[in-house]
């Protein structure tokens, strides 16, 4: 179907833009953007695609038979190194690898980085609308409150679980205890060192006798 | 073409004077013009948002492009390819009708775009644009409803810069004749009832299913194409050959 992949964009492009417009970041950051296109193309699997920005978002068209001059940036990357550079790996680093290729004006690749990556999306507000302001923060601060709880459980359990294993049940050796029992096997094994060496001289004694005035 | 083909021609499945097709063809689209975005939406179940979306990837525009959307209707096209031309391109809507230029204008007007819009009320027959004018021409479900197609091609391959594009997105004949059953069946009979319920005019909509079976099929209008002066024409089927996306480039 002729019309898959451009159903999936078409997707794509209305979460982005959804979520985009949701930022309170974003529109001044679309705003230097503006009107510049990078061309993406992926080596495995073979796919080209433009992103083209605009005030109030992005535009993802496929790019079947775009020539590099139309666009300001090209990059070209295989799927697993678009993976590390939007995992936050470092671009340049990636660019000695000889793993990414950018030509053009590279900064805009990293703006558009910043632009999806720093997503701080105000959703109180966005239930402030749905709800009014009140209710939306009351939830909100709920929400909150139930996070921080299940941090500081989480944490509380670590503890615990910690200390039964290590103090109570002994299950495991706890950090003192493994280093004192490193450092007894260090001891171990430079005494062995030291008897083998010694070992070795002797037997180097009794086979010279011979020889020995 | 014998003599009497050249007095009348098709409206839908019925016979009409040449010079009367334009105005009747008009008088449909006075009269769906204010809910034509909606009965889109409905009779494609939305596709038809997909179809012009690969329209607007095939048409290679960038910005700097200047950009003529006939037949653009209610301006789906233009307010895109407005923001792919940005503020150093153009674009142009044409449509041979007022009443659909001026919906597609409030809309467009009303959704923010408007610095590089310009609306012209043409005949796609005898385009008032000078030779050579455009990067790119699209008309999008409207070939269908303009009298003398060939005249229409033969205009839009002159106004074209050498090197532009045209691309063409019309119905078109499905090629799975199982699949074809199906959309005769929807088309001559739930497509009518539709536009009877929402837009309260069942006879357009059995215009609009008519003049789509009357229209040429794939290779027909590749072979106009390629008689109006372009060259490297394709198509592309799409939703099962519902619809199809020509395009040619003016060399």
């Known amino acids: ?213 | 073409m014998s003599a009497s083909d050249k007095h009348t021609t098709h409206f839908g499945y019925q016979d009409v004077p040449v010079e009367e097709k334009a105005s009747r063809v008009a008088d449909v689209f006075h009269s769906v013009a204010a809910r034509y975005d909606v009965m889109n939406d409905l009779m494609s179940m939305g596709i038809h948002r997909l179809w012009k979306r690969l329209t607007i990837e095939r048409s290679g525009v960038r910005p700097g492009h200047s950009v003529l959307d006939i037949a653009g209707g209610t301006g789906d096209l233009t307010a895109k390819f407005s923001r792919m031309v940005g503020p150093r391109g153009r674009v142009v809507l044409a449509d041979i009708n007022a009443s659909m230029l001026r919906v597609g204008r409030d809309k467009l007007i009303d959704n923010g775009v408007n610095a590089n819009v310009d609306y012209v009320q043409a005949n796609a027959e005898c385009l008032p644009f000078p030779d050579n004018s455009f990067d790119c021409i699209t008309i999008a479900f409207g070939l269908r409803n303009v009298t003398d197609k060939e005249a229409a091609l033969r205009s839009m391959t002159r106004v074209l810069k050498p090197g532009g594009r045209l691309l063409v997105l019309e119905f078109s004949k499905p090629n799975n004749p199982l699949f074809s059953k199906v959309y005769d069946e929807y088309s001559f009979r739930l497509l009518p009832k539709i536009g009877e319920l929402v837009a309260n005019d069942g006879d357009s909509y059995r215009y609009l299913a008519e003049s789509i079976r009357m229209h040429p099929d794939q290779e027909t209008l590749r072979t106009m194409m390629e008689e109006a002066g372009l060259e490297r024409v394709e198509y592309t089927n799409l939703t099962g050959g519902v619809v199809a996306l020509h395009r040619g480039i003016k060399l």
């Open chain 1, 1 to 213: 179907m002729a019309l898959s992949p451009t159903l999936m964009l078409a997707g794509l492009e209305r979460t982005l833009n959804a979520l985009l417009a949701r930022d309170p970041a974003a529109p001044s950051r679309l705003a230097r953007m503006a009107g510049q296109r990078i061309l993406l193309r992926l080596e495995r699997p073979s796919l080209g695609l433009i992103v083209h920005f605009h005030p109030a978002g992005l535009d993802l068209m496929r790019a079947d038979d775009t020539a590099e001059a139309d666009v300001d940036a090209v990059v070209e990357a295989d799927a697993e190194t678009l993976g590390e550079l939007l995992g936050g790996a470092a671009m340049e680093r990636l660019m000695f690898q000889g793993k990414l290729a950018v030509r053009g004006r590279t900064h805009l690749l990293e703006a558009t980085r910043d632009l999806l990556f720093d997503l701080d999306l105000d959703w109180e507000a966005e239930l402030a609308g749905w709800l009014g302001d009140i209710p939306a923060h009351s939830l909100a601060e709920g929400l909150r409150s139930l996070s921080r709880w299940g941090l500081r459980t989480r944490q509380e359990l670590c503890a615990d679980v910690g200390e039964y294993v290590f103090e109570e049940a002994r299950l495991l050796p706890g950090r003192h205890q493994l280093e004192a029992l490193r450092d007894h096997l260090t001891e171990v094994e430079i005494a062995t060192d030291r008897l083998e060496a010694r070992l070795a001289r002797l037997r180097r004694r009794l086979a010279e006798p011979e020889t020995a005035p």
